[in-house]
């Protein structure tokens, strides 16, 4: 969500900064345009560094009866999938 967000920010400053061309009394579009821009990249940088550090977690769990004793025996298994350390 926050790289759809960056680029949002991204194009609503860009917008701003190139195609508007109109003054408005005690604001600068041009100025707003571009802080929105770098904000922009900055909440897309941040979005990707997120991103590329989530893990994920599987578990597993199988239930079955066993052949030989007639229990019921259960098999949980879990795994965390851990970014490759660089």
Known sequence: MSIGFGIFLFVVGAILAFAINVAVEGVELLTIG??????????????????????????????????????RVTRRESSIDDPPVA
């Open 34 to 71: 571009y802080i929105l821009m770098g904000a922009g990249v900055i909440t897309v940088i941040i979005g990707v560094a997120l991103m590329m550090r989530r893990r994920s977690a599987v578990t597993t769990e199988r239930s079955g009866v066993d052949p030989a004793s007639g229990e």
